[in-house]
């Protein structure tokens, strides 16, 4: 059974062990360090078996504008299960929790970078994106409008949190 909770001090090492794994690689986990270390996280939510960290999603916020107006925005990034884990319905449920709690925070809108044909099952989309300008706008610049009157956006920006920068 997979149980979903908020991430405490103690996974940081499992965390960083799944993310190496999943991305084979460390950049993820150094961004999720600097996230940290930085003060920008606006969630972190494991996925948790028989004691074990299978899985992480995390949200940070950003600074965010549509139309002239600032609006509250996060980031979906990253998202990761173990290999050995992936297509059992876990990183949809992470993708899933964190929407949960961005809604709960009064949040307009989530960012994500990502496959388009995998985040689009869960609503986000890059036409919903395209009117925000940002260093990583392109064909895998994706958002989820939560805010309904985000959709008549014509043009905004959104910059993410500036450990992302830090790893480019």
């Known amino acids: 059974m997979t149980h979903y909770r908020k991430a405490r001090p103690d996974d940081a090492v499992e965390i960083a062990q799944l993310l190496k794994a999943a991305f084979k690689g460390d950049g993820e986990a150094r961004l999720v360090q600097m996230l940290?270390?930085?003060?920008?996280?606006?969630?972190s939510i494991v996925a948790e078996e028989d004691g074990r960290v299978v899985g992480h999603v995390l949200l940070s916020p950003m600074e965010?504008?549509?139309d002239g107006k600032p609006i509250e925005?996060?980031?979906?990034a990253p998202v990761a299960v173990l290999p050995e884990r992936q297509g059992h319905g876990i990183g949809g449920a992470l993708v899933r929790s964190a929407e949960a709690v961005a809604r709960e925070q009064g949040k307009a809108a989530i960012f994500v970078l990502g496959e388009p044909e995998y985040y689009a099952r869960f609503d986000y989309s890059v036409a919903a994106a395209r009117p925000?300008?940002?260093?990583?706008?392109?064909e895998?610049?994706?958002a989820l409008v939560i805010d309904p009157a985000?959709?008549?956006t014509t043009s905004?920006?959104?910059?993410?949190?500036r450990a992302f920068a830090a790893l480019g």
């Not at 905004?156 to 949190?161: E, F, I, N, R």
């Open 36 to 43: 940290e270390a930085d003060g920008d996280v606006a969630a």
């Open 64 to 66: 965010a504008e549509a």
């Open 73 to 76: 925005a996060v980031a979906l």
């Open 132 to 138: 925000f300008a940002s260093p990583y706008a392109g």
């Open 140 to 142: 895998y610049w994706q």
């Open 150 to 152: 985000l959709k008549a």
């Open 156 to 161: 905004g920006k959104a910059t993410h949190a």
